[in-house]
C-alpha cells in the first residue's frame, strides 16, 4: 500500500503534547499496547475520506428539515415510561443489559427522581434508497438507526469540510481527483457544489449550554460545571474536546472529563442530590455538576464489575440533569425503532401529532420485524433461517457502539446457535442499499481505493421538562445540530468509524 502524509491541520498527535486543539484525530487502535506507547504515537488521523463523498441534495435536505420532529419524536418517548416499560418486558429476561438500565430506573424511581429536565445530544442515521423495482424512482433517505446515547463524531466532522475545501483549493491530488469523477452516473449522484459544512460542534455545545442554563445556580456561589463522563482509554478525545472548547470559549461553560471508573471516587452526592465533583489538580472548592453528558456507559462493556453498576445509579440518583437520562438512553433501543416502523403502527401519530411530519418520517422507516411469536415475527423467524432470504438483512441485537449486528447469510447459522428464547433481543432490518461510488479512504495511514457508499447522521439538541402527571412535558429547546458523512467501503456491512469500519467524510450533493 502507497503511504500517504496529509499535512493539513494536527492530525496526529505527539506523545507530550496534552492538548491538541484542531486535530481530527483520533488514538491509535492498539493505543492500548505498550510497545505503541513506547513508539511515541499515541494519535493517528481518523480514517477518512481525500475527497468528499456524493450524497443527493434532496435527501441531504430532507434528513435535516425532520431531524426537529424525531427530536419531539424521542423527548415524547423517553417520558412515556409506561410505553418504554412494554418495551422493556419484552426485552428484560433476555437481555441482561437492558434488563439493568431498567432496574437502575426503577431504583431511582423508588427513592424520586429530583431532576426534572432531560437533554438529548442524538444523531439519526440514513442510507440513500433508491427502489430497484421502479426505473423512475428518485433517491430517498431510510434511517439506519436512532441514537440517543453519546452519539459521537460530531467535533470531527466539521473539520473534515475544511480539510476537504484545503485540499481542493491546493489541488492536492489532481489525477486522483480526475479519475474519481467521472461521468454522472443514473443514481443522480452527480460532483455538484459542496454540501454546507457541519455546524455541530456549536450546535452540540449549545444543547449542553441549554440544559446547564436551565440546571440554574448552585446552592451556594460554588462553580459549577458540565460533566463528560468517558471511557478509559478515551479514543474519542479528539472528538469531544472539540465541544469542550466550544462549550467554554461560546458558552463560558467549564467542563471536564471524567473516565467512567472514576465517578464513584471523584463525585460525591450531597444529601440533597446535588454532585459534587473534585478536579485532581483543581483549588480545593469543588464544582456542582449541571449536566452530565455521557460518552460512555452505553455498552456493557463499560460495566465489567458490579460497581460500575452502583456508579451508574449514582449518577442517575443526583440531581445533574443527564445526557442521556436513562429511559431516553433505553429509548435508543432498536425495538423502539422496530415497533415504530411496524406498518399501521398508532405509536408514531401518538408521539408526533403534526401529521405532515409523522408522515414524512414514517416516509423513512425501513421494514423491520421482531423476531417474536407474533404473527409478523414468526415470518421475520422463517425469512431469518432461510440462507436464500436471509441475505436480504441485517439482525440487530439492542446494542450500540458497532461490531454487534449479524449480516445476511451469516444469520441463519447464528440462530441454529442462540436458543430460540432468546430470538426476540433482536429485530430484523431489510439491508439498505444505497449506489456505489467511488473514493479514496485514508486509515491508519494507508490510503484504499475502490466502491463506498454513504451514511449520513444528523444531530438534533433537545432539552425538556418531563410531563408531570398531566403526560405533558415541555420542550425547552429543539434544534437541528448540522450532520456527520461516513463513508465505508462496498463490501464492508459496518460502518462505524471507531469500530474500525467507515471513515469520515464530507459531501457533494446535486
Ligand atoms: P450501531 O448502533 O452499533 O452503530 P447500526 O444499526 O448503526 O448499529 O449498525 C451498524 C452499521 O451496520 C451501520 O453503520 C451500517 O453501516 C450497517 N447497517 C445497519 N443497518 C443497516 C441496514 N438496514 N442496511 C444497510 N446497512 C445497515
Ligand atoms: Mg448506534
Ligand atoms: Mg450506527
Redesign the pocket.
Known sequence: MRQIELSVTVLYMQKHTKRAAFSLAARSPAYRSSKIRASRVLAITAPLTLFPSLFPRACFEEALAIQKAYNELYAAIAQDEEWLEGIVDELIGIDDFVGKLWKTHLAVKKEGYVQEYSLGLFRS?Y?VHVDPQDSGAKPEI?Q??F?TIASSFGGLSSQVSSLHSYLALVDAYPAAAASLRPEPNKDGLVTQSPLPASKSVPFLSSGLAAAHQAYGSPKSSRPTCVLFVVQDPERNVFDQRHLEYSLIQKNGIRSFRLPFQRILTDTKLESDRNLLYHPPYAPSEPYEVSTIYFRAGYSPDDYPRSEDWQARLHLERSRAIKCPSILTHLAGC?KVQQVLATPHSPHLSRFLPDEAMAARVLKTF?PIYPLDQSEAGKEARKLATDPSTAARY?L?PQ???????IYRKAIPDFLKKLPESHWPAHIL?????PPAQRNIILRNGEVQSGGVIC?LGVYGTCLWKNGGNDGKGEILHNEEAGYLL?T?GDQ?????VA?G??ALSHGYGK
Not at 446494542?399 to 449486528?405: A, I, L, Q, S, V
Not at 464492508?492 to 462505524?496: N, Q, T
Request: charged share 40%.
Open positions: 442515521d442510507m431510510k439506519v438507526e441514537n432498536k425501513a441485517v440487530k446494542r450500540e457502539g458497532g461490531g454487534n449486528n432490518m431489510e439491508m439498505i442499499e451514511e461516513r465505508k464492508s456491512e459496518e460502518g462505524g469500530a469500519f467507515g
